[in-house]
């Protein structure tokens, strides 16, 4: 049962360029999570934000949350070749707390 | 250094047989985590442990196994059950804070 859907679900642009993904889930939460994937890699976490937060920054990185809408969004400013991965938010659900759940996931390719 | 060890990294499996997946991790974490993942898919959950000698399943947990009878370890077995094995396996703990620590990863293909 996942919660989480990115949107779109795959993004290619050119270097120098911002990319935005999109999640939207489907219950409350605790907090979201946005996680990197490189090719035939695990997953890596990215940044974190609580449900009581409404935008936080870590670097070239911008999330976004409004609950109200159930929904999040990543920036990626200026983005560089090795920005390419596919994107994860995953959900802390308030009603079970034991685990985390993934969306679908965005591919996001940036072109030199 | 601190981390999550899977292996192997890559695992044939013929058909009718069971394979396990090793999943070791040094964090000190209670839960760990077993993710399926499909080609351009996203992670289903297989299994979860909170804490030693204690599991739920997860969301597709049919065909699978594990065992937790330490905090540092949490195998997973692809039985003969499941019909479709074939993908990408990925282990996960967590301690207080929610943040997942991922391993690489093992890719079974069955042959």
């Known amino acids: 049962s996942q919660q989480g859907e990115e949107d779109p679900q795959a993004l290619s642009i050119q270097e120098g360029e911002n990319a935005t993904m999109n999640c939207s889930y489907k219950?409350?939460?605790?907090?979201l999570q946005w996680y990197r994937q490189n090719s035939g890699r695990g997953l890596v976490h990215l940044i974190l934000?609580?449900?009581?937060?409404r935008e936080k920054h870590s670097g070239r990185l911008r999330v976004t949350l409004d609950t109200s809408k159930k929904s999040s969004s990543l920036l990626i400013t200026a983005s560089r070749a090795a920005d390419t991965a596919s994107y994860f938010c995953a959900t802390d659900p308030v009603y079970n707390t034991d685990k985390l759940i993934f969306g679908t996931g965005t591919r996001l390719q940036v072109f030199p | 250094d601190g981390g999550i060890t899977q292996s192997p990294k890559y695992l044939f499996r013929k058909e009718g047989q069971n394979v396990t997946l090793s999943c070791e991790q040094n964090?000190?974490?209670?839960?760990m985590y077993w993710y399926r993942q499909d080609p351009g898919q996203g992670l289903r959950l297989i299994y979860y442990?909170?804490?030693?000698?204690?599991?739920q399943k997860g969301d597709i947990a049919e065909g699978y196994s594990v065992s937790r009878e330490k905090k540092e370890s949490f195998p997973l077995t692809v039985t003969s059950a499941q019909k479709n094995p074939t993908a990408f396996y990925l282990c996960?703990?967590?301690?207080?804070?929610?943040?997942?620590?991922f391993g690489q990863g093992t890719r079974l293909t069955v042959v």
């Open positions: 219950t409350s939460i605790n907090n």
């Open positions: 934000i609580r449900s009581n937060e």
């Open positions: 964090l000190n974490h209670d839960a």
């Open positions: 442990s909170q804490i030693v000698n204690d599991f």
């Open positions: 996960a703990s967590t301690g207080g804070d929610t943040e997942a620590f």
